[in-house]
């Protein structure tokens, strides 16, 4: 669908850096009249609702430096030039976790920021994981802390503000749903 | 909460937008080595779940250039400098759809994309809205389409990849866990 399509006559890079590049479009409008957009281009991230045996929710405690401050957030991380989204998945459950899985259901796929980043986060779902012998390495300058909630213990941490990402705030509803079905 | 802290010893500004900031972030990790971020400031966000007489979801449709293509969304928009987040809901909720309301209840405030962004959107929900005599002018580089959903549409529109953004797909779970309970 492209109603009210925006026709980029001149696009300016501005930054190209490791996750983000910044674009400054100019565009011609539907009514004629022309603007500016500032876009990020991201490589998209995936995530992963991960539910042990006991039906607890494996989060990882980890320091966002936007923020700066440290938040509890499912699994999750950037997609790697050419990787499928559910090898990603998988990798990162495996490396932030030490947890694996031979069960990753798609659940949905979403923009996190549409009006200026085309950033799309793949959200899986498991109910059947096991911990690995060996967890394996993950970025060098990634420091995380893992934890195993309830779902009473998960929107303490909502209400405290220490869970508070989309990703995960829709993981809340959506194991709440399947909970109440 | 600061586990994991990562301290700032240079922040260079690569460019300031209309809407997106972008700096480079030079850190000390926890174990003392050094890193560098790429952040994108941001002024905010606020988006409105709101239900009609007839439990219809409003939605309006734009053009989203950083995915080329529309997408069907909840009402959205940024903060102004200063302003109040439900302030800010009733004006984006008045200038998109041409409703008011004066029951807005805050459902949760989650951060897009806390791994580069410090993008925050505030989240309301209202089932008592009315049609403005005169609706409000909003943005003049921004055209939007009126759109009243039933639960069932919007996830025929969430399966076809035309509502497929963050806040869209929390509003479209909370809906249904409110229509469950």
Redo the contacts between chains.
Sequence with gaps: ??????K?YHTET??T????Q?N??S?T???G?T????????PG?VAVIALNDEGKLICV???????????V?IPAG?LEPGEEASTCALRELEEETGYTTDSLEWV????????????I?HIYFTDQIKVLDQRPDGD??E???LMELTLEEAEEL?RNQ?I???????AL??W??RI??
Tied chains: 1, 2.
């Design positions: 669908m492209k109603k009210f399509e925006e980029t501005i930054y850096g490791k996750i983000v910044l400054i479009d565009v409008l539907p009514d009249n603007s500016k957009r500032e876009l990020i281009k991201h991230a405690e980890q320091y966002r430096k936007p923020m700066e401050k440290s938040l957030e950037k949905t796929s979403f923009y996190t920021s549409p009006g200026f980043a085309d950033e986060v060098e300058d420091f995380v802390e909502e220490r508070q990402d989309a990703k995960t705030a829709y509803l959506y709440k749903l109440s079905e």
